[in-house]
T-cell receptor, first 117, second 117 residues
């Protein structure tokens, strides 16, 4: 099956600093990647849709200047949490869909546990 | 807009007992349906999916789910659970349409399945 690698798996940062999370599709090309956020004991909430070579599409209520998304190639998307605050602490998960295949399932990364202190 | 409801937030069962995790969805267009499993501090793994054809779909580890269009349900079942099935299970849908819905999942709230010895 398709493999999506997310790095780092855990990160602790100081309040006010920025953190970059990488999402890579290892054995397939992904024109579209998705970033989700999961609060404790809650479901996954879609934050944004990342399209290769174009601007990301953010869901309502998600600050695009705070959560910067870059999708520079068909195998890599990055999420940068800028000026992180403790309330940004959460589990962030990316997913990727194969290029050229319509409406198939998305393959998920392992997730990143972000703790802002 | 589509939505997914998982009726049970937690389901405790004993080992070797049968289990059913309920999922209902709401959508004005047809959808594809998925069940994902998440182990602690990990990403999501696809358990099974319904795209078309037979309404009963099975996974390799004994789970099955049946798509019921009239009841807009996609309940997950297993006739005999193991301790290793303890995890959180998410039901999800993708709109059966092209464009920006490609790979964009809407998740239910999740059901924590706990299997006791």
């Amino acid at each position: 099956g398709a493999v999506v690698s997310q790095h780092p798996s855990r990160v602790i940062c100081k309040s006010g600093t920025s953190v970059k999370i990488e999402c890579r599709s290892l054995d397939f090309q992904a024109t579209t990647m998705f970033w989700y956020r999961q609060f404790p004991k809650q479901s996954l909430m879609l934050m944004a849709t990342s399209n290769e070579g174009s601007k990301a599409t953010y869901e309502q209520g998600v600050e695009k200047d705070k959560f910067l998304i870059n999708h520079a190639s068909l195998t890599l998307s990055t999420l940068t949490v800028t000026s992180a605050h403790p309330e940004d602490s959460s589990f962030y998960i990316c997913s990727a869909s194969r290029a050229g295949v319509m409406n198939t399932e998305a393959f998920f990364g392992q997730g990143t546990r972000l703790t802002v202190v | 807009a589509q939505s997914v409801t998982q009726l049970d937030s937690q389901v405790p069962v004993f080992e070797e007992a049968p289990v059913e995790l309920r999922c209902n969805y709401s959508s004005s267009v047809s959808v594809y349906l998925f069940w994902y499993v998440q182990y602690p501090n990990q990403g999501l793994q696809l358990l099974l999916k319904y795209l078309s054809g037979s309404t009963l779909v099975e996974s390799i580890n004994g789970f099955e789910a049946e798509f019921n269009k009239s009841q807009t349900s996609f309940h997950l079942r297993k006739p005999s659970v193991h301790i290793s099935d303890t995890a959180e299970y998410f039901c999800a849908v993708i709109l059966n349409a092209g464009g920006t819905s490609y790979g964009k999942l809407t998740f239910g709230q999740g059901t924590i399945l706990t299997v006791h010895p």
